[in-house]
């Protein structure tokens, strides 16, 4: 157990809608990362916060966006949901000081969109 | 920009077998390498890192890795490995630019090991 969780486990949704996927980062940890995982693209980084401001973007869609909140869980917005968007999203978090480097990941939020 | 290959996609082994699972890096900066493990249906978890100082990092259950920077390469090894190791394996590369620690992750290596 690396100490992020993750909700939903599994979501199943049409194409057009919009989802909220939810993490929590470890005890401690300021950043929080998002990732999608597909089988054509692999794992590819989203969006980073630290301390509840944005720090880095990479291959996020605009119909994506995210947030962190005062206590530091973190929220990935999907709308306008297509087929491509099916994936797999993980949260990572680290302590975010430019120390260790590690991050821990979720296990995971499964996104199916039909 | 960072980018790391993977060169082999799927590696099936026998058990008690010697591995090897090959990654080269692309960076003009310092950088930090990782191997993450993915067992199926779980995250990831992280299985060794090289931040700096000695080339050869090792994991609590008996893989290795050497950085070597004039071949931009991070290849894990494993000289026995056991049926429980079957998984994916991740290669990722990090470096402090603009203060993020993103990690850019290989495609992955499937390693199979068979009894």
């Known amino acids: 157990d690396s100490g992020v969780t993750q909700t939903p486990k599994h979501l199943i949704t049409a194409t057009g809608q919009r989802v909220t996927l939810r993490c929590s980062p470890r005890s401690g940890d300021l950043s929080v990362y998002w990732y999608q995982q597909s089988l054509d693209q692999g794992l590819q980084f989203l969006i980073q916060?630290?301390?509840?401001?944005?720090?880095a973007k990479g291959n996020i869609l605009e119909r994506f966006s995210a947030q962190q909140f005062p206590d530091l869980h973190s929220e990935l917005n999907l709308s306008s949901l297509e087929l491509g968007d099916s994936a797999l999203y993980f949260c990572?978090?680290?302590?975010?000081?430019?120390?260790?480097?590690?991050?821990?990941f979720g296990p995971g939020t499964r996104l199916t969109v039909t | 920009a960072q980018s790391v290959t993977q060169l082999d996609s799927q590696v099936p082994v026998f058990e008690e077998a010697p591995v090897e699972l090959r990654c080269n890096y692309s960076s003009s900066v310092s950088v930090y390498l990782f191997w993450y493990v993915q067992y199926p249906n779980q995250g990831l978890q992280l299985l060794l890192k090289y931040l700096s100082g000695s080339t050869l990092v090792e994991s609590i259950n008996g893989f290795e890795a050497e950085f070597n920077k004039s071949q931009t390469s991070f290849h894990l090894r494993k000289p026995s490995v056991h049926i429980s190791d079957t998984a994916e394996y991740f290669c990722?590369?990090?470096?402090?630019?603009?203060?993020?620690?993103?990690?850019?992750f290989g495609k992955g290596t499937k390693l199979t090991v068979n009894p």
């Open positions: 916060y630290y301390n509840g401001e944005e720090r």
């Open positions: 990572a978090s680290s302590v975010g000081a430019q120390t260790s480097y590690e991050q821990y």
């Open positions: 990722a590369v990090s470096d402090d630019q603009g203060g993020s620690e993103k990690l850019v």
